[in-house]
């Protein structure tokens, strides 16, 4: 069956840096978008990043762009999420999902499976 699993989070000092990963199983990886979502304490889910795992196209939110970098391992079938400078507005649950297709959006209906999420917490 189809699975994400988070893994990377944790505590980090604000301007610091942190590496998430995804691992997905049960598909055939090479043919959907994955992207990552984060949800913070009392607000809602929101887009992060995407990557097509077809031609590797990336978006951004605005909130993150410059900061944040997705890649991908096709082989490995991992998504990976490298967070820098870190600020404490990132502080949130961060998820990865899969794309019902393979176009790169960040609008949660857009994706149909979805990971446990890992913490991730941006404090001094």
């Known amino acids: 069956q189809v699975q994400l699993v988070e893994s990377g989070g944790g505590l980090v000092q604000p301007g610091g840096s942190r590496r998430l990963s995804c691992a997905a199983s049960?598909?055939?990886?090479?043919?959907?978008?994955i992207g990552w979502f984060r949800q913070a304490p009392g607000k809602e889910r929101e887009g992060v990043s995407c990557?097509?795992?077809?031609?590797?196209?990336?978006y951004y939110a605005d909130s993150v762009k410059g900061r944040f970098t997705i890649s991908r391992d096709n082989a490995k079938n991992m998504v990976y999420l490298q967070m820098n400078n870190l600020k404490p507005e990132d502080t949130a649950v961060y998820y990865c999902?899969?794309?019902?297709?393979?176009?790169?959006?960040?609008?949660?209906?857009?994706?149909?499976?979805w990971g446990q999420g890992t913490q991730v917490t941006v404090s001094s």
């Open positions: 049960g598909w055939t990886f090479g043919y959907y978008t």
């Open positions: 999902a899969r794309n019902k297709g393979t176009a790169c959006g960040l609008t949660e209906a857009e994706y149909d499976y």
């Open positions: 990557i097509s795992t077809i031609n590797g196209r990336t």
